[in-house]
C-alpha cells in the first residue's frame, strides 16, 4: 500500500492525531507525579507514549504494506506498555487513569483496524 492518496501526511491520520493527543495527555498527567518518580516511571511512560505517533509517522512513509504494518505493530506494543503504566499509576495512587484508559482502548481498536487495511492492500 502507497501512501493514503487521500492524506497529505501523517499528522491527518486520525490514530495518529488521537495517540499525539495521548502524549500530550500522558505528559501533563505525569507532572503529577512524585519527584521520586521523575527517571523511574514518568521518563518510562513518557518515552512509551511518544513511541506510538512516532512509530506511526514512521510506518506511514514506509512504502511496503510489510513495511508499515511492523511499524503499526510497533506502535501496538507501545500501546500495551502505556496500558501497564496507567494500571501502575493507578495502584500507587499517582492518578485516575479512567479516560487514559480510554483513550488506549480506541487508539488500540484504530491501530488495529488501520493494520489490517494495511495488510489487506498488500493481498
Not at 492518496?5 to 507532572?31: C, G, I, N
Not at 479516560?99 to 492492500?121: C, P, W
Amino acid at each position: 500500500m502507497e501512501t493514503n492518496p487521500t492524506t497529505a501526511s501523517f499528522e491527518q491520520l486520525l490514530v495518529w492525531q488521537k495517540a499525539h493527543q495521548f502524549v500530550l495527555d500522558t505528559y501533563q498527567m505525569t507532572q503529577q507525579f512524585p519527584d521520586c518518580e521523575k527517571f523511574g516511571l514518568t521518563s518510562q511512560f513518557r518515552r512509551a507514549a511518544v513511541s506510538i505517533p512516532a512509530n506511526i509517522a514512521e510506518g506511514y512513509g514506509k512504502r511496503s504494506s510489510a513495511d508499515k504494518a511492523r511499524f503499526f505493530n510497533i506502535a501496538q506494543g507501545s500501546l500495551n506498555e502505556c496500558r501497564y503504566y496507567l494500571r501502575l499509576a493507578a495502584d500507587l495512587g499517582y492518578a485516575k487513569t479512567e479516560t487514559h484508559f480510554k483513550q488506549i482502548d480506541e487508539i488500540g481498536r484504530m491501530l488495529n483496524s488501520y493494520s489490517q487495511k494495511v495488510l489487506a492492500s498488500s493481498c
